[in-house]
């Protein structure tokens, strides 16, 4: 009797778990949509997971977790399949039938397969446990904290019982930064108002990302546009390419100009040169400025090789009234001599000029007997033909000093010498 008795408890408690359990969720479509392209565009994060609720609330919604696990799909298969992601697929809140733990990660973190991910979510048989999406936000963000590069987490839930996800969620941006942007799309229920404020919650401590509904994805441009938000971008700009290296020119002196242009191949080190390549001269005397120790020197004037005129004033201190030529000044007469004969062919110009002292008729007479005087010293003392002088007197039209002071006065009363002058 008492065994009988155990037997009919063990079948009576056998038929009520039977009723208490679970029923499992109907099986997926087999996978049909045809692969999508990017069409051009670049993948704008690196790893996404979806995290799917599969809580009690959903379970009384009657059709609201095959809704949510349908959403789940579709983004799946609307994923570009030219584009790298890792993925992975989170569920909480399922039935002690499907799982012990609060959250489950039941596909990845791998490299993006469609296929396996839609194998994965149809392995989601039993529904109807407690609510913790803040246990699968903190799960998440240690998943794709260790993939490294940009993260999108998109849940699908109803937000029904979960106040403490808008806190898991902030927790989790502040664990990956601008790395992590939180979509939500929410299902609905009864209390569909309460979900939705609580996911927006989500979404704005995770101040990246955007907040939707399942009813509006329905629309395929809606969940298109939804695709490229979330998953593309534009691609980066092609780098400009590097303008093709110049062709090596010899440029032997080292001046900037290259030997097939330059005109004065060997310029010394250092020297500035022109467009030609020959040393500059500034003053268009043919002396080069880095020999030129009289740069600026007037057009017209002959230069010695140095750059200097040629134009001697001749320090004789005539005396007052006086056009004598005394022999203490012949070093004076010698460097006129040298300069004369430098230049074989010319005429040179001696010109004679006084102090403002007495009459001008009177000084420019006296200024031509001095020019004169000047010019018979040469040919007497120093051999200089008298051919190749003319003489001339300016009197006191051409003063060099100040004919108020003495000083002055005496420089005054000169003679020039322009051997660096043609005479015409």
Request: hydrophobic share 35%.
């Amino acid at each position: 009797m008492n065994g009988l008795m155990k037997f009919v408890a063990g079948c009576a408690l056998l038929l009520l778990v039977s009723a208490c359990a679970p029923l499992p969720q109907p099986p997926m479509q087999p996978l049909t949509t045809p692969a999508v392209s990017s069409e051009g565009k670049a993948a704008k994060v690196d790893n996404f997971q979806i995290i799917l609720d599969a809580s009690l609330s959903l379970k009384e919604g009657g059709k609201d977790f095959i809704t949510a696990r349908d959403v789940a799909s579709r983004i799946n298969q609307e994923i570009p399949t030219d584009l790298n992601y890792n993925s992975g697929l989170r569920t909480f809140g399922h039935s002690s039938f499907q799982s012990q733990n609060a959250t489950d990660l039941i596909y990845g973190m791998t490299r993006h397969d469609r296929q396996a991910f839609h194998d994965s979510l149809g392995k989601i048989e039993y529904i109807g446990g407690p609510s913790p999406l803040d246990a699968a936000l903190k799960a998440a963000a240690q998943d794709l904290k260790g993939a490294g590069g940009k993260s999108a987490i998109i849940i699908i839930s109803d937000g029904l019982d979960m106040d403490t996800a808008p806190a898991a969620a902030k927790q989790a941006k502040d664990q990956l930064g601008d790395n992590l942007c939180i979509y939500t799309i929410a299902v609905g229920n009864q209390r569909n108002s309460m979900g939705h404020d609580v996911l927006e919650k989500v979404v704005e401590n995770g101040k990246c990302g955007s907040a939707t509904t399942a009813a509006k994805l329905a629309d395929t441009g809606t969940m298109s546009q939804f695709i490229a938000d979330v998953f593309l971008t534009e691609p980066a700009p092609e780098p400009t390419p590097a303008p093709a290296p110049a062709p090596v020119v010899r440029d032997s002196d080292g001046d900037g100009v290259p030997d097939n242009t330059d005109k004065c191949p060997n310029t010394p080190r250092g020297v500035s040169v022109d467009t030609r390549g020959c040393p500059m001269d500034s003053d268009d005397d043919s002396v080069a400025d880095y020999l030129d120790k009289c740069p600026g020197t007037p057009d017209g004037v002959r230069i010695d090789v140095e750059g200097c005129p040629t134009v001697l004033s001749l320090r004789i201190n005539f005396g007052f009234d006086s056009a004598n030529v005394p022999t203490d000044y012949d070093s004076e007469l010698a460097m006129a001599a040298v300069c004369i004969n430098n230049y074989p062919g010319h005429e040179v110009i001696i010109t004679g000029h006084t102090d403002s002292v007495g009459p001008a008729a009177y000084n420019q007479t006296l200024s031509e007997r001095r020019s004169a005087a000047v010019k018979n010293a040469l040919v007497d003392r120093f051999n200089v033909p008298a051919t190749k002088m003319v003489t001339q007197g300016m009197g006191e039209s051409k003063p060099v000093a100040d004919n108020n002071t003495e000083e002055g006065r005496t420089l005054n009363r000169r003679v020039d010498v322009a051997c660096g002058y043609d005479v015409e």
